[in-house]
């Protein structure tokens, strides 16, 4: 029994993230001036102990064909084969192989997959106890061009600033 118990207190919890108290939002600049938006149908799991990362892991996805800009004929081209071609790649994936913690902050690292194109990436963020559940934030930064995202645009920034904040229920 003592065994069961100790097994219980080190395995990391399974979560799974709540899409409507979630938000993944975009920055990015077209004709220099600052545009961005959002996606949605984030789902997935997460497990997650801050004591023990190395049992830690995400295995996340969000819906591509979802881009929201509040602009319709914008969003309807960001969906076409020079944008997200959501066609043949209707998720956006990022799936976590080592999570460390510096201070009160953790980085997740892991692929990122956009378009066919899998990059390794870092995320920066930090996890909250919240509501019976954990509230992760945080926010990088990704070369557009790195995932064939649109082409050779000369209006468009490279440079792409995600935020996120993940709400996650366990399962």
Do not use: C
């Not at 919890?13 to 001036?33: H, L, M």
């Not at 076409?80 to 913690?101: A, G, H, L, M």
């Not at 870092?122 to 919240?130: E, G, H, M, R, Y």
């Amino acid at each position: 029994m003592l065994v069961l118990i100790m097994a219980l207190k080190t395995t990391a919890q399974a979560y799974q993230p709540v899409d409507d108290k979630s938000t993944v939002k975009f920055v990015i600049k077209n004709f220099r001036i600052n545009t961005g938006g959002n996606f949605k149908g984030l789902q997935g799991a997460i497990s997650w102990d801050a004591a023990a990362l190395e049992k830690s892991a995400f295995d996340i996805s969000i819906d591509a064909a979802s881009v929201n800009t509040d602009n319709e004929s914008r969003d309807h081209h960001l969906r076409q084969e020079d944008y997200f071609n959501v066609q043949q790649y209707p998720k956006i994936t990022f799936k976590s192989d080592r999570i460390t913690k510096s201070g009160k902050s953790f980085t997740a690292y892991g692929k990122l997959s956009i378009k066919g194109t899998t990059k390794d990436i870092s995320i920066p963020f930090t996890a909250t106890d919240k509501d019976d559940g954990w509230l992760f934030d945080g926010s990088f930064r990704l070369n557009r061009r790195d995932y064939k995202v649109g082409g050779n645009s000369v209006v468009l920034s490279d440079e792409v600033i995600i935020s996120l904040s993940v709400f996650a229920v366990r399962k």
